[in-house]
């Protein structure tokens, strides 16, 4: 049974800095895609980072050059290291493990249950 388990919300200051993780566990973890989305208050949610199985790293305009995602294989962890933080990063934050096919039967998705991030003074 496929299980993403996230760790490291919490609360910050603006321009602080956390780093969120995220253990798969239950999936072959070098078939998916893996990233991290957030979903604000009101908002739909968005996507922020993935990293690929085969290196490639993708980011949301908004947190270009703050956001590091990082991927240990070996591990089966994905993780998402954030500075400067900014009120409007405040948000639940979903790992998120995408596998893709031609065939659109064994197209995955998983979903970890959420962390809260808030930034605030």
């Known amino acids: 049974q496929a299980q993403l388990m996230e760790s490291g919300g919490g609360l910050v200051q603006p321009g602080g800095s956390l780093r969120l993780s995220c253990a798969a566990s239950?999936?072959?973890?070098?078939?998916?895609?893996m990233g991290w989305y957030r979903q604000a208050p009101g908002k739909q949610r968005e996507l922020v980072a993935v990293?690929?199985?085969?290196?490639?790293?993708n980011y949301v305009d908004s947190v270009k050059g703050r956001f590091t995602i990082s991927r240990d294989n070996a591990k089966r962890t994905v993780q998402l290291h954030m500075n400067s933080l900014k009120p409007e990063d405040t948000a639940v934050y979903y790992c998120n493990a995408h596998r893709g096919s031609p065939v659109a039967a064994f197209i995955r998705d998983f979903w970890g249950q959420g962390t809260q991030v808030t930034v605030s003074s």
């Open positions: 990293f690929g199985s085969n290196g490639w790293t």
């Open positions: 239950g999936i072959t973890f070098n078939d998916y895609v």
